[in-house]
């Protein structure tokens, strides 16, 4: 089990929840209505490629997260597992 988390960790790159992430979650969208934790997501998401660079896929069972990921040009995985196959994001 140790191995397994150890495993994850490595593959975890973590993003500080800073004022430029809040500042952009508060910010109009493409697309609207936003709910805040979906915008605090979708900026951080914003501020990881920004920092990693492309191939970010957007985890969510939530259609109109999905459809705003997409209109930014992020992949969209919409039924686990979809850890794994490319680059992750977790928000914590």
């Given at each position: 089990m140790r191995h397994r988390v150890r495993s994850l960790l490595g593959r975890c790159h973590l993003v500080e929840l800073g004022d430029a992430i809040l500042q952009r979650a508060g910010e109009p969208?493409?697309?609207?209505?936003?709910?805040?934790?979906?915008?605090?997501?979708?900026?951080?998401?914003?501020?990881?490629?920004?920092?990693?660079?492309?191939?970010?896929?957007?985890?969510?069972r939530d259609e109109r997260v999905a459809e705003i990921a997409r209109v930014y040009g992020f992949g969209v995985a919409t039924t686990p597992p979809c850890c794994g196959r490319r680059r992750e994001m977790r928000v914590v």
């Open positions: 969208f493409l697309v609207e209505p936003v709910r805040t934790l979906d915008a605090i997501h979708l900026a951080t998401a914003m501020a990881w490629e920004s920092e990693v660079g492309g191939g970010l896929v957007i985890c969510t």
